[in-house]
């Protein structure tokens, strides 16, 4: 099976000097707002004029393009059977990478089990393939599935960072939790960041962040930075209901200013402060 890119294409890319930054956008438990923190990121970015990809790295319970409002042509569960190549399977969002507020999207498919299922080999070479095609690019993120399966992890370990979105719920620590030691043990080159979605306050994020960095602290060795803290927002669900990203509707909504600041974070390659 193969996954190469096209030679030519519609949207030739700026020559580039250095390759892009590759962020993994994950949680231990789907419901936690991951895909919706992965799509407000990609706008963020957009929006300080980086040409940025979002790929769906979920073709099983895909729902980038639901979210976005898109209704893509083409996806990753067509690149994985081999019909179309990975450059076709990429969709404007806003105009497209390098428009202004524009990112670009390589959709998955929803009610496809054709990632899980994946063969090993193959699903290595498609993330082989989805770091060659990010150079055409400044940010990638990659939205992955839920959990800790095998080959969420084979395309987390293409990353350079992930980002594990957790709320307070005990399931969703746990698993934030069950997320990093695996990565920590499969893709130690990768840098595990803890961004806490839904807060009710700051203090109740900082607790959620701090009871999963003494885990990590206690268990793994280590302490995961914080990447940032999510105040809960009522603007969030109007956004995603009108499919819609919060900070091309509600710019000044605390959820977007937040995400905006987690964003900031990403792009200076440490994450926020700890205190405050």
Excluded: H
């Amino acid at each position: 099976m193969s996954f190469a890119l096209r030679k030519s294409g519609p949207k030739p890319a700026p020559p580039r000097i250095e390759p892009a930054s590759i962020f993994a956008i994950a949680s231990g438990k789907g419901g936690v707002g991951k895909t919706w923190l992965s799509t407000t990121l990609a706008t963020c970015f957009a929006q300080q004029g980086k040409r940025t990809l979002l790929i769906d790295g979920d073709l099983g319970c895909a729902n980038v393009d639901v979210q976005l409002g898109i209704a893509p042509e083409t996806d990753l569960a067509a690149v994985v059977a081999g019909w179309v190549e990975l450059d076709d399977a990429v969709t404007p969002v806003n105009g497209g990478a390098g428009v202004d507020g524009g990112f670009d999207v390589l959709p998955g498919r929803s009610g496809s089990g054709a990632l899980a299922e994946l063969p090993k080999d193959d699903a290595a070479q498609l993330a082989a393939g989805l770091t060659t095609l990010a150079m055409q690019y400044d940010i990638v993120l990659i939205d992955l599935a839920a959990g800790i399966d095998a080959n969420v992890m084979r395309l987390a370990r293409a990353a350079d960072r992930a980002v594990i979105v957790a709320n307070d719920e005990p399931t969703s620590m746990t698993d934030a939790y069950a997320f990093i030691k695996v990565l920590r043990g499969y893709a130690p080159s990768v840098a595990p960041w803890i961004a806490v979605n839904m807060a009710d306050t700051r203090v109740a994020g900082r607790r959620t962040y701090e009871a999963l960095a003494r885990a990590s602290q206690t268990f793994l060795g280590f302490r995961p930075p914080l990447a940032g803290i999510i105040m809960r927002d009522s603007k969030v669900r109007e956004a995603i209901r009108t499919q819609k990203t919060l900070p091309s509707i509600y710019p000044d909504a605390q959820a977007a200013i937040d995400a905006a600041a987690i964003a900031d974070a990403m792009l200076r390659g440490g994450a926020i402060a700890e205190a405050g």
